[in-house]
């Protein structure tokens, strides 16, 4: 059984820097494609970042290009997105998600694509 287990959120000002961290149990980060997603309250889950980890390419939503860096672990198991520049606008509950597939670009953006799921960490960022 897959598990996905988000940590490294909270409470940052504008400007600042958080790290989130996916920590994968059941299956490797070595294959397959993991996305981090994000979502506000009466709003749909909006594509933050992917990665396709037989290649390592890396996707980003136009919203946060530039400041935000997808990464992962293999040794640890673990999905990083490195979050800079934080704006208000990035406050929201973070998820990442996992599927064994090599998702193509069109695909792994859109929520139907992931098999798996975290239960989210909540980023506040204050102006």
């Known amino acids: 059984q897959v598990q996905l287990v988000e940590s490294g959120g909270g409470l940052a000002q504008a400007g600042g820097s958080l790290r989130l961290s996916c920590a994968v149990s059941?299956?490797?980060?070595?294959?397959?494609?993991m996305g981090w997603f994000r979502q506000t309250p009466g709003k749909e889950r909006e594509f933050v970042a992917g990665?396709?980890?037989?290649?390592?390419?890396?996707y980003y939503g136009d919203s946060v290009k530039g400041r935000f860096t997808i990464s992962r672990d293999n040794a640890k198991n673990t999905v990083y997105l490195q979050m800079n520049s934080l704006k208000p606008e990035d406050t929201a509950v973070y998820y990442c998600?996992?599927?064994?597939?090599?998702?193509?670009?069109?695909?792994?953006?859109?929520?139907?694509?992931?098999?798996?799921w975290g239960q989210g960490t909540q980023v506040t960022v204050s102006s």
């Open positions: 990665i396709k980890l037989s290649n390592n390419n890396k």
């Open positions: 059941g299956r490797t980060v070595s294959s397959g494609t």
């Open positions: 998600a996992a599927t064994p597939r090599p998702l193509i670009v069109s695909v792994l953006t859109t929520t139907r694509a992931y098999d798996d």
